[in-house]
């Protein structure tokens, strides 16, 4: 059964701690983003990656970083850096890097920073 | 810079009645996708257009996209409790990387049974 899969689901951490959110795809799928979800808010992008060992700054990446050392795995860390972490984070992939190609999403996890 | 704008924000309407959302793009898009996100889901993709004047059609859904590709919308025809949730469009990043979007910040619909 394919599929991105994120994990955990919830996360609780104090302020001033780095943590890191998993994602994983077994869709085969060349890129992979990170977003990121505020109440009200449409989707906001951190990171992309449309390539192993390589990946580019969205939108928002200050207080972000990522890795892409396996076509599978595309883990976020949030950073002490970030300013407002407490959000709902998402990570999608797709085909590859085409125009066209429609963007799969995983379930989220809902970082909680207090 | 490049924005995708929806609305309207929030639509409450009696189950039966129809809904529509409209999204517009400050610059001319090559194809416009729509998602879905259930509450406490995740966005999930309904359909993409790409040439100007489309119209497509899901069941209850139909989506058009403007003779200019800078507009487009997506209407429900006698909405359920089950066409609850929050519907975004999102459109090729002009300039940028290949693959990415911008999406409109959603328009969330409540359906009262």
């Known amino acids: 059964d394919g599929g991105i899969t994120q994990s955990p689901k919830y996360l609780f951490r104090k302020e001033g701690q780095n943590v890191t959110l998993s994602c994983e795809q077994n869709l085969n799928h060349d890129a992979m983003y990170w977003y990121r979800q505020d109440p009200g808010q449409g989707l906001r992008l951190i990171y992309y990656s449309q390539i192993v060992n390589d990946f580019q700054k969205g939108d928002i990446a200050e207080g972000y970083s990522v890795s892409r050392e396996k076509k599978e795995s595309f883990p976020l860390t949030v950073t002490s850096a970030q300013k407002n972490p407490t959000a709902f984070y998402l990570c999608?992939?797709?085909?590859?890097?085409?125009?066209?190609?429609?963007?799969?999403f995983g379930p989220g996890t809902r970082l909680t920073v207090t | 810079g490049q924005q995708v704008m929806q609305i309207p924000q929030y639509q409450h309407v009696q189950e039966g009645e129809d809904f529509t959302t409209y999204c517009n793009s400050s610059t001319t898009l090559s194809n416009i996708q729509w998602y879905k996100q259930r509450p406490g889901g995740h966005p999930v993709f309904l359909i993409q257009l790409v040439k100007s004047g489309e119209v497509k059609k899901q069941k209850r859904l139909t989506f058009q996209f403007g003779e200019a590709k800078k507009n487009s919308s997506l209407h429900i025809t006698a909405t359920q409790t089950t066409d609850v949730g929050t519907y975004f469009c999102a459109g090729p990043m002009r300039g940028g990387s290949q693959g990415n979007l911008i999406f409109g910040k959603g328009t969330k619909l409540s359906v009262k049974p």
């Open positions: 999608a992939s797709s085909i590859g890097t085409d125009l066209n190609y429609e963007q799969y």
